[in-house]
């Protein structure tokens, strides 16, 4: 049950995730990072040229290969090889497909 458990996570985690980084976002990073609406206008509690838009791919991406990760060390409870690569690799589109929507639709424009 445990492996079963551990080998859905990887699956589950970022849809999860992303509402509440969403509500985090618009609730205090913005307010800290901007949020790379206009750059020459924009200013930020930290006076750095980096946005929420920034952090969030940066968040976004680092969770996309900590999850690949997972599912690598996951996918030790399959036999065949085939059956290992599969579940890594469909782990890995199913991450970046997230990502790539969650960038794309919440950018701060």
């Known amino acids: 049950m445990k492996k079963k458990i551990s080998a859905a996570l990887p699956f589950l985690i970022m849809p999860i995730l992303i ?3 969403r509500i985090l976002d618009s609730l205090i990073l913005v307010n800290i990072f901007g949020c790379g609406c206009v750059p020459s206008t924009q200013t930020n ?3 750095i040229p980096f946005n929420a838009n920034d952090l969030r791919m940066a968040v976004f991406l680092v969770m996309t290969i900590g999850l ?7 996918s030790k409870a399959f036999q065949k090889k085939a059956a290992k690569l599969l579940y890594g690799f469909s782990v890995l589109f199913w991450n970046v ?4 929507w969650a960038v794309k639709t919440f950018m701060w424009e």
């Open 45 to 47: 509690t930290l006076n």
């Open 68 to 74: 690949f990760i997972w599912s690598l060390a996951a």
């Open 97 to 100: 497909t997230l990502t790539v």
């Open 19 to 21: 509402p509440v980084y």
